[in-house]
Every structure is written in structure tokens, then in C-alpha cells.
């Protein structure tokens, strides 16, 4: 079941290759002001792993992934 979660910003990365979505979700959190929450929309497959591993190394939460149409939809507390 879903969270309902108040999103303050969305960034969709979906048909960027890594590094690319790594790169513009590590320097949207940097920007963004603690408690606020963010969406990461990618299609690669890779991300299922590196977005996890972006949040324990800079200390934010990830409060959900959601795998729908092909799509992984990263939800991240700053």
C-alpha cells in the first residue's frame, strides 16, 4: 500500500542512463531544505540500487519505492 506523503518536489529522470539520475538526485537533495520530501522518477533498473545507497551515505530517509509501469518512483525525506 502506498504512503501518502506530501511531495515537495519531483524530478524525473526516466530515459537518463547512470551516472545521470544519480548525479541530478544527489544535487537536488543537496538543494533542498531539511524535512522536505522528494520524488525520483527513473526507468533504469540500476537505480534500485544506487538511490538506496545515495540515501544511507548522505543521511536521508527513504520512506518508499513504488515499481509501476516501468517506472521506479524513489520517495527520499531530507
Known amino acids: ?3 501518502k506523503k506530501k511531495v515537495d518536489r519531483i524530478i524525473d529522470v526516466s530515459g537518463l542512463l547512470c551516472p545521470g539520475p544519480d548525479l541530478i538526485t544527489r544535487k537536488t537533495l543537496a538543494e533542498m531544505e531539511k524535512g522536505k520530501t522528494l520524488e525520483v522518477i ?3 533498473k540500476t537505480t534500485r540500487k544506487s538511490i538506496p545507497g545515495i540515501c544511507k551515505r548522505g ?5 518508499e519505492i513504488i515499481e509501476e ?3 521506479l518512483h524513489f520517495l527520499i525525506e531530507t
Open 42 to 44: 527513473s526507468n533504469d
Open 1 to 3: 500500500m502506498a504512503v
Open 59 to 63: 543521511k536521508y530517509r527513504l520512506v
Open 69 to 71: 509501469n516501468g517506472l
